[in-house]
């Protein structure tokens, strides 16, 4: 008899090495990402996603660059040629609650059998074009409606996952938390 040890597509058995080590050593949870970026023209621009770093140090085993594009939509005086920051945002949170859903299913035994999110996002452009102060240039509200089907969970084991995912989830609390954003003008 074989037996598997991935559920949802994460290795169950690498998931507990991986919590094992960050308890021995608790600097292993320190992770950063990089990305460069450059303006093209009007609305548009081009990034590359640069090395990863764990507790400071380079994940020699990381190799891969993507390439990830930005434009707005002609409305918005773009030229419609890539999805538009907002569109990032969104999946960023769906990518993240993808990723926070498979793990922590995993982690409580339940399989999912399919998992589909719908995201919408919210602005008021009077802030970003300057029109009115009172009106904040960012988001004003984010809205995820989930999907979630397992041939082993409750309706109710479902819902304690969602709550887990939307606890744990690194980009929502990205989002749902001040963070610090430190711009430097570099000549």
């Known amino acids: 008899m074989t037996t598997t040890t991935t559920l949802n597509g994460i290795d169950r058995e690498a998931l507990s ?15 950063s990402f990089t990305l460069g970026s450059a303006w093209l023209s009007g609305c548009h ?15 020699a085993d990381r190799r891969s660059r993507y390439v990830l594009e930005s ?19 969104l999946q960023a949170l769906a990518g993240c609650y993808a990723v926070t859903y498979a793990t922590n299913a995993a982690l409580r ?11 919408e996002v919210d ?19 984010i809205r995820v409606n989930v999907h ?8 109710e084991q479902l819902q304690k996952l969602t709550e887990a995912v939307q606890d744990h ?5 990205t989002l749902a938390n001040p963070v610090e954003v430190v711009t430097t003008l570099v000549r």
């Open 45 to 59: 621009q081009r990034s590359q996603t640069g090395e990863m770093r764990q507790n400071g140090e380079a994940v």
């Open 71 to 89: 434009d707005e939509p002609a409305a918005l005086l773009g030229t419609d040629t890539a999805a538009n920051p907002a569109e990032y945002v």
């Open 148 to 155: 979630a089907e397992s041939p082993n969970a409750s309706g």
């Open 109 to 119: 035994g339940i399989e999912l059998s399919s998992l589909k999110l719908e995201l």
């Open 17 to 31: 090495a991986t919590l094992d080590a960050v308890r021995a050593t608790p600097a292993l949870a320190q992770v």
């Open 169 to 173: 989830s690194p980009i929502r609390d």
């Open 123 to 141: 602005f008021d452009l009077h802030g970003f074009l300057g029109l009115d102060d009172s009106v904040r240039p960012g988001a004003q509200q």
